[in-house]
């Protein structure tokens, strides 16, 4: 790899985007790359979602044809060649089709190597390409992404996912999320002891069907049978929404009863300045694949309260005291009340092995990281296996 381009997300002020570019840009820098941040341009200036889940609909489409509008004329330069890597944040980049509509009319060598990163796609069947209809053209797009790039999955579920879909790209399991974990932790002064944090439970998964938020309402009301002193939160980073009416129905409700408090439109800071005085973080999604909020929180000192369920065994390295069962409401509320005493043994490993996702990343694109390929027939072998201690 002589040069690496780097194909990032717009920022959002409630979503990791915001910093994604900056952790990306560190470890470039302290592995001595040689990168190109390529630039997209923004739809407007207000940082925010105004259509759709994940990202806003039509801020990613301009951002992302932006880019590649920026990228082809940096292969028509020869700035980029086939000596380089192009690396996509996200594997849906609309406008990403005009690379092998160039790169199969040009000589090889001037073809770069491309690779993307998948955060879920059509082969999740929680993902929010399926509440909204677009599955069948998702799925066409795919297999198109897989004719010409090397696509990096974020667990050894998603890679299961992906082999019977019957990709056909070579698919490296990146085992975590980006992460910057200094970066983090110097967003606060200082990280809270635990005893001198407020007894609270946060939820910052957004509040879409697939985050299961009415599982967390649930648990709210047995705990609170049992210690009434609790406070229940939900964290956004916008003003509180959800692809389900209902939620947001029983939400209000819970907070005119004083069982759950509803903070919204958080800006970063704020959002950890909570998370850095609350004692668990509580998450009950169908689909996350790894979480960025479970990298905050244990960067943060917050316990950390998952189900053992697709991506989070992995994620936590099969520890038992923070895993409950899918979707036992018994069991959830015994690892919070056990969250709730003392800090776990384990807290500050997640993050640190998360913190090391983008070092993983470059090793593959240099071709020292093939322990994480997980083409062939034999991609379960891995399943079982603790990544870190």
Known sequence: MRKLFYMGLEPYEGRYTLQLQGWAEAVFQKRGIDYVVVPGKTIDDTKAISVGQVLDAHGRSFFGMS???NLVQ???????????????????????????????????????????RCLAQAVDPDDFVHVWGMGK???L????????????ATNEEMVAHMRIANWEAPLYNISGLSFGKDEVQSRVSD???????????????????????????????????QRPDVEFAVLSGGPLRSN????????????????????????????????????VMFNCALQDWVSNTVSEADALGCNVVYPAYRSFPETFANDHTRLYTPWSKEHAVEKILAGLDAP????????????????????????????WLRSGNRYRDHVAERKYY
């Open 67 to 69: 880019q590649i509008m």
């Open 191 to 225: 990280i809270k002891p635990f005893g001198l944090r407020s007894n609270r439970v946060i939820f910052a998964a957004r509040f879409d069907q697939e985050k299961q938020p009415d599982f967390y309402m649930d648990v709210i009301e047995m705990v609170l049978q």
């Open 244 to 279: 389900n009416q209902k939620y947001l129905d029983r939400a209000y409700k819970m907070r005119d009863e004083n069982k759950l408090k509803i903070y919204e439109d958080l800006k970063k800071n704020q959002y950890y300045d909570i998370v850095n005085d609350s004692r």
């Open 141 to 152: 797009y795919e297999q198109m992404v897989n004719q010409f790039a090397t696509v990096l």
């Open 74 to 116: 940096m292969m028509r330069n020869g700035e980029c060649t086939g000596e380089d890597v192009v690396f996509f944040e996200d594997m849906f980049q609309p406008g990403i089709e005009s690379l092998p509509y160039i790169m199969n009319q040009i000589p090889e060598e001037q073809r770069p190597t491309v690779y993307v």
């Open 344 to 371: 776990s043994e384990n807290m500050g490993k997640i993050s640190d092995w998360n913190n090391g996702t983008i070092d993983r990343m470059i090793d593959i694109m240099q071709g020292n990281g093939e322990q």
């Open 137 to 139: 053209w998702m799925s």
